[in-house]
């Protein structure tokens, strides 16, 4: 990652006081427009240094993802007329190309930006959105907040993702943001060594990191957007940044675990896939996940595909057409918050 700055500029201060909106300028230069940029929407709200944290607040990391980006913009909506304490910034898509196409990746390099930190100043846009975050925004903040969701492809159970710190008052205000959020479940993700996400960067930055996946199918549901949308006010109103006000009682998340491979389940071949499972089930270790037909021999008995280990099916896939390799069910197992 280059020590220079960031070629990404914004017209926003961070530092000024008060509300503010504008854009990130993403230049991209291409053959309809040579000197042209592409503006992300965001928004800061600065009640002014030492009144209290930071937090980063971000939706469309994927982009058929929608019940982030629509709490999000909801928020905005609210903004200058709330009083604060500390600053808020708020993007509500943050990739925003791809975003607009309605895709998992962007339009226009294919960039998955959730898989491409810490990115690059002279990479490709989407690259370039990631070496933003990771040398502008990540060093401002202090708590950040991604908000996902299983886009077309996926269906998710509504899902705060984890990684609390080990030890000590961290660990205590991670847990305490936790509770207050109040997603009905909140998951220990294992993404197998992935180390190229947005939490992967806020970690090696030392930030609180909250993730959640809340839906799929490329909609937006209303009971997941309403677990968004008030989650986001309790977190808030917990690191002291909302007035005192009354605000519905959280319920009790459940604790859970991915634990590596055992927990994924794959299609070993190309096939139509007819699941025998459906999302929240809890489900036994050499119990049937699905059967794998094959189109182009339809008189062949069908592919059975096995569950690998005891757990709660949390994540399903959308899609009944599937390749080697695709993920059609993510598993947990309950565990116990300390």
């Not at 607040?57 to 909801?74: I, Q, R, S, W």
């Amino acid at each position: 990652m280059s020590n220079l700055p960031s070629l990404i500029a914004s017209d926003v201060d961070f530092e000024r006081t008060g509300f503010q909106t504008g854009t990130l300028r993403l230049p991209w230069s291409h053959d309809r427009s040579a000197y042209g940029h592409i503006p992300i929407p965001l928004a800061v709200f600065n009640a002014g240094a030492g009144t209290g944290p930071t937090v980063l607040l971000t939706g469309g990391n994927h982009g058929d993802e929608y019940e982030g980006p629509v709490a999000l913009m909801k928020l905005l909506q609210r903004l200058p007329s709330m009083s604060i304490r500390g600053r808020l910034i708020v993007i509500p898509a943050l990739n925003f190309p791809a975003f607009l196409n309605g895709s998992r990746t962007s339009p226009i390099d294919r960039g998955n930006l959730n898989r491409l930190f810490p990115g690059a100043r002279n990479g490709q846009p989407t690259e370039m959105i990631a070496h933003y975050v990771e040398t502008e925004l990540l060093p401002r903040a202090d708590v950040v907040i991604d908000l996902h969701a299983g886009g077309a492809s996926f269906e998710h159970a509504p899902t705060l993702l984890a990684s609390p710190p080990t030890e000590g008052e961290r660990r205590a205000l991670y847990l305490d943001l936790v509770r207050a959020f109040g997603a009905p479940n909140t998951m220990i993700m294992d993404l197998l060594g992935e180390d190229r996400t947005f939490a992967a960067a806020a970690e090696r930055h030392g930030k609180l990191f909250l993730c959640g996946e809340f839906g799929g199918h490329a909609g937006c549901d209303a009971a997941n957007l309403a677990i968004v949308e008030s989650g986001l006010k309790r977190v808030l109103h917990r690191l002291g940044m909302t007035p005192e006000e009354p605000l519905p009682r959280a319920g009790e998340t459940r604790f859970l675990r991915v634990e590596g491979t055992r927990h994924y389940v794959y299609s070993p071949l190309a096939g139509v896939l007819e699941p025998t499972f459906a999302l929240g089930d809890q489900v036994r270790e050499g119990q049937l996940a699905g059967r794998l037909f094959d189109p182009h021999r339809p008189w062949e008995a069908p592919l059975e595909i096995r569950f690998r280990a005891d757990g709660r099916v949390m994540c399903v896939r959308t899609f009944a057409r599937v390749e080697p390799g695709d993920c059609i069910a993510l598993l947990a197992a309950d565990v116990h918050a300390d």
